[in-house]
């Protein structure tokens, strides 16, 4: 085979890019994770991550691990055995998580929804409300749905389990949301958040970086799951002077200080602003060429990725395969139920309107070769109408 000419695109939602400079923090030499000064080393990320997490009373955490670890250490930490979840499934990643759930031994209520739809708020509510015994210990949610481009609102989700006034801890899984979609840990009280470091935070894979409130690490003092490397009293514990329970991958978090830097000081709302303008360029670019999202309704479109389906007869494999070997881009594979039936670009991390304009020109590319029906540039124009339109404020990066 030939030698793949010029730089490879990677448009997986995650691991995302990583920026240079988060690169050249990463590139240290190895410390000494018990030198005397090791704290004013990893303080300052614990800062940070508060912030990223939008939280004064949470506790963030970073486990060497990846978002899977984060799951189970949610999970572990604060439920015992045979308690009872309520969770919705509705793509690969809420059905992987149900999985977990059923394998660690706890009782799993779950609420099966069409994949391309978001978490059922009201039959969350009326599960609850039935609940008088508060036998459900916690609601399991995943607030962006990698698989099918599904972001849910949790903000809503918080609403309803207030509604139905009941005690249950609200766990979300932000893997593909925080640093890229508002995830606002205090004003939802959410009691823990799980995420890892490919995405959003724009870092290489192995942080599983988590967020557990104070009822979350009450909870934790009681529950009786068996666990010890993923156990949140230790690691925050030892966390609070600065160091860690067991060798900390200290590269990867000198490059977590530089990218949630580059997060704050772009601004919270700013990055957020970001991916809802980048993302509906893709929507609008998907729309040109008269494709439909697998994402229902514009309220689920998520701002991260965008699933894409393909029209019947175009073999999603195929294509995906095509656009690696010949042009050398990566997308998203469609997974399980929706294998071969779509693509997805991932919208997320350090991101800016012309690697938007690659992808879509790519994509056309691909189509064409692919010999799918569209006009050609019909993608391309409507992406830069979008990108071209005023935005308020006379900021570039303003919410629109
Ligand atoms: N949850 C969501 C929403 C994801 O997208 C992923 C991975 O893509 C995971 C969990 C699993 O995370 P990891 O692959 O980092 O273990």
Redesign the pocket.
């Known amino acids: 085979m030939t030698r793949f000419i010029g730089t490879r695109a990677l448009f997986i939602p995650?691991p995302t890019n990583v920026p240079d400079a988060v690169r050249r923090a990463i590139d240290l030499p190895q410390q000494d994770m018990r030198a005397p000064d090791f704290a004013s080393f990893t303080l300052p990320i614990f800062e940070n991550l508060k912030k990223v997490f939008r939280t004064e009373t949470g506790t963030p955490v970073v486990f060497p691990s990846?978002?899977?670890g984060l799951?189970e250490a949610a999970l572990t930490n604060c439920l015992s055995p045979g308690d009872r979840v309520l969770v919705a499934r509705f793509g690969q990643?809420s059905h992987l998580w149900v999985d977990m759930a059923e394998r660690l031994g706890f009782e799993v209520e779950c609420i099966d929804v069409e994949w391309g739809r978001g978490i059922p708020i009201e039959q969350i509510e009326e599960a609850l409300s039935q609940d008088r015994g508060h036998a459900i210990k916690a609601v399991l949610a995943?607030q962006?749905?990698?698989a099918t481009g599904v972001a849910s609102d949790i903000g809503e989700l918080r609403a309803a389990m207030d509604r139905a006034a009941h005690p249950a801890l609200l766990m979300v899984?932000g893997?593909?949301a925080v640093g890229s979609l508002e995830h606002r840990f205090d004003d939802w009280r959410i009691d823990v958040t799980v995420s890892?470091s490919?995405k959003g935070f724009m870092l290489p894979?192995g942080l599983g970086i988590g967020c557990f409130s104070e009822k979350a690490l009450t909870a934790a003092e009681s529950a009786w799951s068996r666990r010890c490397y993923f156990d949140v009293r230790d690691m925050v514990a030892i966390n609070q002077t600065g160091y860690f329970p067991y060798t900390p991958p200290t590269n990867l978090l000198a490059g977590l200080k530089v990218a949630t830097d580059m997060l704050l000081d772009e601004g919270l709302d700013a990055v957020t602003a970001r991916h809802h303008r980048l993302a509906g360029a893709v929507r609008a670019a998907v729309a040109g060429w008269g494709l439909q999202l697998c994402a229902q309704e514009a309220r689920w479109h998520s701002d991260t990725v965008s699933a894409v389906m393909l029209p019947e007869g175009t073999d999603g494999g195929a294509f995906i395969r095509h656009a690696y070997f010949e042009y050398g881009i990566s997308y998203g594979a469609g997974l399980s139920k929706v294998a071969g039936k779509l693509f997805r670009i991932g919208h997320l991390g350090d991101l800016n309107e012309t690697m938007v304009l690659q992808i879509l020109g790519a994509t056309e590319l691909v189509m064409r070769d692919m010999g799918m029906a569209f006009e050609t540039g019909s993608g391309v124009a409507a992406a830069i109408e979008h990108l071209s339109r005023p935005v308020g404020g006379g900021l570039k990066v303003a919410a629109e």
């Open positions: 995650g990846s978002g899977t799951w990643f995943t962006n749905e990698t899984d893997v593909s890892g490919q894979a």
